[in-house]
């Protein structure tokens, strides 16, 4: 199950397994080169196709008004809808980090190092 160049329906499968970011990236790569679409894949074609994703993502929520932790009343219809457009933000932005050669773990963790010196905790 899963492993190296893993197809695509391997994704389902790994459900309960750590798939890591650099595996998505693997999986993208694949994803692009199986269909000749590594052409499209620059960075800027990657980043307006992210910011689109995330158009999609504020439909979901336009015009609810604000929304409760955990959408209780959400129907589960929504729910997956909302989950679907999350990854096509994430898959996004990890195939454009990934093609700009960015480690996004190692660039994320440092962030939230960075941050947490910027923002010190609240010392009661
Ligand atoms: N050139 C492309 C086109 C798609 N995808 C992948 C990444 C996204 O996860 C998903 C986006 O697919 P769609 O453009 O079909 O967008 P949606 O799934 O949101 O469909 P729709 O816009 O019809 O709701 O497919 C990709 O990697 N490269």
Redesign the pocket.
């Known amino acids: 199950m899963g492993g190296e160049g893993g197809g695509e329906g391997d994704v389902a499968e790994e459900k309960v397994m750590d798939i890591s970011l650099k595996d998505l990236a693997k999986k ?1 790569e694949e ?2 080169k199986a269909r000749d ?1 590594e052409k ?2 620059s960075p800027r074609n990657l980043l307006l ?1 992210m910011v689109g ?1 995330v158009g ?1 993502l504020s439909e979901i929520f336009q015009w609810r008004g604000e929304v409760d932790k955990g959408l209780p009343n959400w129907e589960e219809s929504d729910k997956e809808h909302l989950g ?2 999350l ?2 933000v994430l ?2 932005l990890i ?1 454009l980090a990934d093609i700009c050669g960015i480690d996004l773990v190692d660039a994320a963790t440092k962030k939230i190092v960075k941050n947490s010196i910027k923002y010190p905790p609240k010392i009661c």
Do not use: K, Q
């Open positions: 993208l994803f692009a679409w499209y894949h196709a994703e999609e679907e457009e990854s096509d898959l996004y195939r």
